[in-house]
């Protein structure tokens, strides 16, 4: 990309010359051009990285504190994705939503704070483009250890509710027992963070797909746009740069075992985004249990 600024600087110079018009105007040219294409290349290195890796992404609130957390949250799982999947997720990517193209990402993680400002109109198309394209975003209000339901009245769960009514969000429901995320990689019955509160919602199942085993969704490979809950997984998952854990979770041992099915969550979470609805597929299971000579 550089090199073919440069050789476009050079063709525009070559052609004033030519024409015999002032250098003046053609170092006018010259700077507009090094200014605009310094940017796209940026822009361009950015998405180059994004296609070409797996990058989780987190919506940044413009609170530091949360930001930095949020950012933490998702070393620490690219961590466990590394070391217990084949995913190994590069440096995690905080996403401005008026500024940055959030297409380029499967998955953003969004901790929800009441002091956040409302997203913009621009944003908000992005969001609607993102939910309807295979996108899935993790809404976090992060008070399950206050609330009993999901906007039960607390702030960060009237924010949500202030946003998400700008959003094509399906109908929703609490997550069945048959659901993809509960066996995408691990056996899970909870979805535990750093708290454990009331159900997490994903999109509800139509009527005529209430079968076990049955995808939820026809589109995006039958992944559920939107995952609404309040166990503050960012803060179960964080690691400081020496790979220590940053905020207690529970107490003693019963702690550490919370913290473990937090990080078994955020495993089949992101197995789910990448792989879909494989593992409710059940059309293939004959042959394959043919081809084990059983």
């Given at each position: ?76 799982l ?28 499967p ?9 956040q ?34 906007g ?8 949500l ?53 049955m ?27 020496r ?15 919370q ?36």
């Amino acid at each position: 990309l550089s090199a073919a600024v440069v050789m476009l600087i050079i063709d525009v110079l070559a052609t004033l010359g030519v024409s015999g018009l002032l250098m003046a105007r053609a170092s006018v040219v010259m700077l507009a051009l090094l200014i605009g294409g310094q940017a796209d290349a940026q822009d361009d290195a950015r998405a180059i990285e994004a296609a070409n890796n797996t990058v989780l992404a987190y919506i940044l609130t413009g609170d530091d504190r949360l930001d930095r957390t949020s950012r933490a949250g998702l070393i620490g799982l690219s961590a466990e994705l590394t070391r217990r999947t084949a995913i190994e997720p590069i440096a995690p990517v905080g996403v401005n939503l008026d500024r940055d193209e959030i297409s380029l990402y499967p998955f953003l993680y969004w901790p929800i704070s009441d002091a956040q400002t409302a997203p913009s109109d621009v944003a908000i198309g992005k969001l609607n483009r993102f939910i309807r394209t295979g996108g899935m975003i993790l809404f976090d209000t992060r008070d399950a250890n206050v609330s009993g339901t999901i906007g039960g009245g607390t702030k960060n769960g009237r924010k949500l509710q202030e946003i998400a009514a700008r959003l094509d969000i399906p109908q929703l429901e609490p997550v069945p027992q048959d659901h993809v995320l509960t066996r995408s990689f691990y056996l899970l019955r909870d979805f535990p963070g750093r708290h454990m509160g009331p159900p997490v919602w994903v999109e509800a199942a139509p009527p005529e797909q209430l079968q076990d085993g049955m995808p939820f969704r026809n589109l995006n490979d039958g992944v559920t746009p939107v995952l609404i809950g309040g166990n503050d997984w960012a803060s179960a998952w964080a690691i400081d740069d020496r790979g220590r854990y940053m905020f207690p979770v529970g107490r003693g041992q019963q702690g550490e075992l919370q913290r473990e099915y937090a990080q078994r969550f955020g495993v089949n979470l992101i197995m789910y985004v990448m792989t879909g609805n494989y593992k409710s597929d059940q059309v293939h299971i004959p042959s394959l249990l043919e081809r084990l000579g059983q």
